[in-house]
């Protein structure tokens, strides 16, 4: 019998089936890895793990034992798998090198369709980073044993960041933020656990390094700063999407799209139709099953084509056309929308300016309108204008909404968007979730600080 067919039994699609992997115990840290697969349907209620991982290259290196047939697998797999299993009990775990067929294009489309599920019902995602930098290790023991999981951002300790920035770039720089599959993989997990060789790092910890970074920018130089946060802010927002998925309006579900693929889009895949379908579970369950049919043997091209052309977003409109549409929402001065939509820029006199800019083509502006048109594209492209309760103009992420709030963070150079968690009760109310960023017109400057009775720090969790 050939190898392929004894390890993978054909999937029944009716059933919905998928196939787990069984890791057998061993008290030997050293011996080779090895289990056994067996096939359910996700409409079972079975208990799980499902690994989120780099493939670290198609070069296999190494062999482990699937249903007794010895098989070559990565490094990264063979690491975790060792990494992974019990001393003296099963575990069973579902990750995709070893329970979908790669070499049956058929079967892998109909999988990866299933991603949603596989993901969002499996008891914990594990991310597994890899194992094999000290460095990182030690970061993440450091990180783990200040409890930054339990105390969120303001429970990060200085002392862990400072002199570390060496360690914080190498953990920046691992392959897994890379992929292109990882974003859905955290966003449709009901609970996560990055693990870094024997060491656990929390969703909390990640917070805390962007935080800091975001917060003493000066210990980086800026292309270092950049570069991390840059790989590590797509992170945060991924528990969001879910929620957005349930509840959002389609709206929020597009615009929420629309910056995700805008993240992703130089993450790393070896396959290049992956920079869509690795993001397909999110697409079918914020649009629903239909959105999107897999099929490897399509062109690459065509797969693009089809997914623009998908009514996942209403409508385009010029930059100019937008900042029109925002206009009209604000009824305050003049003054103090363009100074918003040129993230705080003095010398704009009226609206009427920045329109004039937008008027003619590139080649004939001036030097200054040049300029003009050039910062408000930065401070506009990407970003959803808002006004707060006190009528104040203001720039944020594309996923805020009404409800959301503004807050000052301890240590943080601008004010944040959080929305209140859906898992807060009356005696544990204040759990949000961190939107990001923004710009408000008239606070930037600490001005919410100053008074007689500047308002007192409050403790809250962030997820």
Not at 389 to 402: C, D, K, S, T, Y
Request: aromatic share 10%; net charge negative.
């Amino acid at each position: 019998m050939d190898d392929r067919a004894q390890i993978w039994q054909p999937l029944n699609q009716s059933r919905r089936e998928i196939r787990l992997f069984i890791l057998h115990p061993s008290t030997d840290f050293g011996t080779v890895p090895e289990g056994h697969l067996i096939t359910v349907s996700l409409d079972q209620q079975v208990q799980y793990e499902a690994i989120s991982h780099a493939w670290g290259g198609p070069t296999y290196r190494e062999t482990i034992f699937i249903n007794q047939v010895e098989w070559p697998v990565t490094v990264s797999i063979f690491k975790a798998l060792r990494q992974l299993r019990l001393s003296h009990a099963v575990k069973c775990i579902w990750i995709d090198a070893l329970c979908i067929n790669q070499y049956d294009m058929r079967e892998r489309a109909d999988q990866v369709e299933k991603m949603q599920f596989i993901f969002n019902r499996a008891t914990t995602v594990v991310a597994w980073l890899g194992c094999s930098n000290r460095s990182i290790a030690s970061l993440v023991g450091d990180l783990g044993s200040d409890k930054i999981s339990d105390k969120g951002v303001q429970g990060a300790s200085n002392r862990l960041f400072r002199g570390n920035e060496a360690r914080i770039s190498l953990f920046a720089r691992l392959d897994y933020w890379s992929r292109t599959w990882i974003f859905q993989e955290l966003a449709l997990g009901r609970e996560i656990r990055l693990l870094y060789a024997d060491k656990v790092i929390t969703m909390g910890a990640l917070k805390a390094i962007v935080s800091t970074i975001e917060s003493q920018w000066s210990e980086f130089n800026w292309y270092e700063r950049d570069f991390i946060l840059r790989r590590l802010r797509p992170i945060l927002r991924a528990p969001t999407l879910c929620h957005i998925a349930t509840v959002g309006s389609h709206e929020e579900k597009a615009v929420a799209l629309t910056r995700t693929m805008y993240d992703h889009r130089i993450s790393q895949c070896h396959d290049p139709r992956d920079r869509i379908y690795g993001l397909l579970g999110l697409m079918t369950a914020m649009f629903g099953p239909d959105f999107m049919e897999v099929n490897y043997q399509d062109d690459v091209a065509e797969i693009y084509v089809e997914f623009c052309g998908r009514s996942w977003w209403s409508r385009s409109q010029t930059l100019k056309e937008v900042l029109t549409e925002w206009r009209t929402f604000y009824s305050g001065v003049d003054l103090a929308f363009v100074r918003t939509i040129a993230f705080g820029r003095e010398d704009l006199l009226d609206f009427d300016m920045c329109c004039s800019a937008f008027a003619t083509g590139p080649s004939s502006r001036t030097e200054q309108e040049q300029r003009l048109v050039s910062d408000i594209k930065s401070a506009a492209e990407g970003r959803r204008f808002f006004i707060d309760a006190a009528g104040r103009p203001g720039l944020g992420p594309l996923e805020v909404r009404p409800g959301d709030v503004l807050a000052i963070l301890a240590g943080g150079r601008v004010p944040y968007v959080l929305r209140k968690s859906t898992s807060n009760t009356a005696g544990n109310p204040n759990n949000f979730y961190f939107i990001g960023e923004c710009y408000v017109d008239g606070v930037m400057q600490g001005q919410l600080l100053d008074g007689p009775t500047p308002p007192a720090l409050e403790e809250i969790w962030l997820e």
